[in-house]
């Protein structure tokens, strides 16, 4: 099995870290636009376009499956994905929804949404959820998270002084769906914050378990052929890719 896993730049590697650890593929083609990052704040044309331009990239490879790694990708435009490629597409929300439905049986949970201003403004997440029967939710658009990561910056006061920021005004919730690539990497400082009873929903486990339950992937394979490829500095993101991978 070959996929090619598709990011605006670097965050999607906390997605391929789950692939990874669950051996679910023979080889990762892992595509980020880091020419064009951030997507989190460009309009639904511009995420189509650009969208459509990696199924382009990833026709250059026999993939058994492209991934989409990047939560306003998967908000945006997954059916134009679809439409353009000989492979089939899945993408994070979608699996972000079952993953959520699978863990909170309770319909009157209280949800909270992270994710970037166009996946926020997407409604893709609360939509889903509305239709799985869950009602009591609340979405936040909290795109600085993506540079202070892209920083390196894990805890401390400028995450706490940013958690104040955009957390002051929100209700304790039973779960939160971290829902873009850059936030796993933060997960710990938010379930500090918010306290351990509440679950985290991350995109890469929710598509592990996606494609183990639903799509019943049960080969596990040996060793997994990674590949790195970018719009813009491909060699960095190799470097990163091999530090956060940690291979
Ligand atoms: N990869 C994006 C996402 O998951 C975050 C970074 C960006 O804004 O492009 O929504």
């Known amino acids: 099995m070959k996929v090619g896993?598709?990011?605006s730049g670097i965050g999607g590697l906390t997605v391929v870290k789950s692939l990874l650890q669950h051996r679910l593929f023979e080889e990762i083609i892992y595509f980020g636009d880091t020419a064009r990052v951030p997507y989190g704040i460009k309009d639904k044309t511009t995420i189509i376009r650009y969208a459509i331009e990696a199924v382009?990239?990833?026709k250059n490879f026999e993939l058994d499956l492209i991934i989409v790694a990047c939560n306003?990708?998967?908000a945006h435009a997954l059916t134009e994905m679809r439409e353009v490629s000989s492979c089939p597409v899945i993408g994070v929300v979608e699996a972000?929804?079952?993953?959520t439905a699978n863990a909170?049986?309770?319909k009157n949970s209280n949800i909270l949404i992270l994710g970037t201003k166009a996946t926020i403004n997407s409604k893709a997440y609360e939509t889903?959820?509305?239709?799985k029967g869950f009602n009591n939710l609340q979405a936040k658009a909290t795109g600085l998270f993506v540079p202070i990561v892209e920083e390196e910056i894990y805890s401390g006061e400028i995450l706490e002084a940013t958690f104040r920021h955009y957390f002051s005004d929100i209700a304790k919730p039973d779960a939160i769906i971290l829902g873009c690539t850059h936030f796993p990497l933060i997960s710990d400082a938010i379930q500090n914050?918010?306290?351990k009873e509440t679950i985290l929903i991350h995109s890469?486990?929710?598509?592990?378990?996606?494609?183990?339950?639903?799509f019943k992937f049960n080969t596990k394979y040996e060793k997994t052929k990674l590949e790195f490829f970018a719009s813009e500095n491909p060699e960095s993101l190799k470097a990163i890719g091999k530090k956060w991978l940690n291979i």
Do not use: H, N, P, R
């Open 204 to 214: 890469g486990d929710a598509i592990v378990q996606q494609l183990e339950i639903d």
């Open 104 to 106: 909170i049986k309770d």
């Open 72 to 74: 306003t990708v998967s």
């Open 193 to 195: 914050y918010f306290g």
């Open 5 to 7: 896993v598709f990011d």
């Open 96 to 99: 972000g929804i079952l993953a």
């Open 128 to 131: 889903g959820l509305k239709a």
């Open 56 to 58: 382009e990239f990833f």
